[in-house]
């Protein structure tokens, strides 16, 4: 069992830093493809997606690259496997990283014992071809089991799973205590592509795509509320880019200008989960007490 801890005091980040943006790269490729029911992959699903590991997360690596800003490399094990030198090269331009499950399992639907498996494995994957100890990790769809068995079993720094929150908070239980960092529904499986699984006539999945100017103006929309909002409160944005969406031409063409133009705003600093986790337990986080009521909140 765990619960949140409650803070005491507000929320700040370091001096000079009025907007973080934490760019997460998904970088999963094919491992989420659609699988019909006889067990066989959809073909055309897995090629739409594949082309994040052989393209798409390269063209990601590059425009990063361009602007000189780090941001964290959400990676599965299974991915990892199959293309260790995006990754290695990542780790090299000092981006950080999480665990995304092996093969894109949607935790949600596994017992706890299969989930605490996979997570085990995915992290010696990791260890092993990436000399990478993880600090943080984001699950496919969380289960109910998700908090506790990183709680329970693991020493992540952080965790990068939950929907529900603007802000990081902390989440303590099994005699330790994990920061969990929100992510948000804007990223780019929601603005950018709509898939839908398959249905008569065609069986195959089908990809609707909205244009890159709408995707511009979501980004931005969501960069001006927040960077006003940042001058009297604490705020975070987190941008979620998968190698098989954001890695596309023209939808990467976007988040380069994005970049750019949230690059020229005051305050506004490019980090990774692990920089936004030490900034957080370094300077309000350890001040928290333990909740013994939610009145503090
Ligand atoms: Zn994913």
């Keep these: 069992m765990w619960t949140e801890v409650r803070p005491q005091q507000t929320a700040r980040w370091p001096d000079g830093v009025r907007l973080p943006i934490i760019i997460s790269v998904h970088h999963q490729s094919e491992e989420a493809a659609y699988v019909f029911d006889d067990g066989q992959v959809d073909p055309f699903d897995y090629g739409e997606r594949q082309y994040g590991g052989r393209r798409g997360a390269w063209r990601l690596l590059e425009i990063l690259s361009k602007h000189n800003v780090r941001g964290t490399w959400i990676v599965c094990g299974a991915t990892l496997e199959k293309y260790p030198q995006i990754s290695r090269e990542a780790k090299a331009a000092g981006h950080s990283f ?3 499950t092996y093969e894109h399992e949607m935790m949600c639907n596994y017992p706890a014992k299969e989930e605490l498996r996979l997570i ?3 992290v010696s994957v990791f260890e092993d071809l990436l000399g990478e100890h993880l600090k943080g ?6 289960s109910h089991n998700t908090i506790d068995l990183l709680l329970e079993h693991f020493e992540f720094e952080w965790d990068a799973s939950m929907w529900n929150d603007d802000l990081p908070y902390v989440i303590e239980g099994h005699g330790r205590r994990i920061l969990e960092i929100p992510f948000s529904t ?3 499986a929601a603005i950018a592509v709509l898939i839908t ?14 244009t890159p100017r709408f995707i511009w103006n979501t980004l931005k929309a969501q960069f001006d509320a927040l960077y006003q909002r940042g001058e009297t409160k604490p705020v975070l ?5 998968h190698d098989f969406i954001v890695g596309r031409p023209s939808r990467c063409k976007i988040l380069d200008d994005f970049i750019a133009y949230a690059k020229q705003f005051e305050g506004v600093v490019f980090t ?11 300077n309000y986080a350890r001040e928290q007490t333990p909740s013994t009521a939610l009145e503090n909140s």
């Excluded at 699984?197 to 909205?210: A, D, E, L, V």
């Excluded at 944005?237 to 880019?241: D, E, F």
């Design 98 to 100: 999480a665990g995304h």
């Design 120 to 122: 085990r494995k995915t």
């Design 137 to 142: 990790w984001r699950t496919c769809f969380a």
């Design 186 to 188: 804007y990223s780019d």
């Design 197 to 210: 699984k398959p249905f008569p006539p065609s069986p195959f999945c089908t990809w609707s795509t909205n």
């Design 237 to 241: 944005m987190p941008l979620t880019v």
């Design 272 to 282: 990774t989960h692990d920089e936004a986790s030490a900034w957080w337990w370094k």
